[in-house]
């Protein structure tokens, strides 16, 4: 799987893209779907399979856009507050349609990206089980995973990059005005 970090920059991307989506649940969903493969190792030992249910349109559509609704609404807030000393919880976290939408298309981001560089791409889960490769940049995934690491890491630093000059350019025009 990529890492966060490069699915972070995804939901930052997307937010820039449609503003009027919420941040936050772009950031929980195109996250959450990784569960699976932590559950998956923890009752088994292994992580090798573990891309199921929430790898899956099927399953991120349904129960893990709402476990994504739940945790942003209810979870993302207090950890925010926590660790960015944020005492007040953006309005976006509240259970409204735009934080459906938003969990729903970071969920199907995530889904998209990891078929684009893994083995396992179990896209219609539970429905079936085959993995579904056509995504994939090569046919061999480890070099494919690479690809997508390297562009999203590229992606997000770029992202980080114009993000600092614009605050910075905005900065200076609020000083002399």
């Known amino acids: 799987m990529p890492s966060p970090l ?9 937010h820039r893209l449609k503003k009027t989506l919420s941040l936050p649940a772009l950031i929980v969903s195109s996250t959450f779907s990784d569960i699976d493969t932590l559950i998956y190792f923890l009752s088994n030992k292994s ?33 925010a507050s926590i660790f960015f000393h ?10 409204l349609g735009t934080v459906v939408v938003s969990c729903l298309l970071g969920g199907f981001s995530h889904i998209l990206i990891d078929s684009t560089c893994h083995c396992y791409n179990p896209l219609f889960y539970p429905f ?32 980080l ?5 614009a605050k910075v350019k905005e900065f200076w025009k609020t000083k002399r005005g």
Not at 86 to 95: D, L, R, S, T, Y
Not at 143 to 153: H, K, R
Request: proline share 2%; glycine share 6%.
């Open 47 to 79: 992580s090798y399979i573990g891309r199921e249910l929430f790898h899956s349109f099927i399953g991120m559509g349904t129960l893990g856009t709402f476990i994504s609704v739940l945790l942003t609404a209810l979870v993302y807030p207090k950890v």
């Open 6 to 14: 490069g699915h972070f920059g995804v939901a930052y991307m997307i």
């Open 161 to 165: 990059i114009v993000e600092n000059r």
């Open 128 to 159: 079936t089980r085959q993995s579904i490769d056509a995504l994939l940049f090569t046919s061999d995934w480890r070099l494919s995973y690479a690809i997508v690491e390297i562009l999203l890491l590229t992606m997000l630093l770029i992202t």
């Open 86 to 95: 944020v005492n007040k919880p953006e309005q976006k976290c509240n259970f």
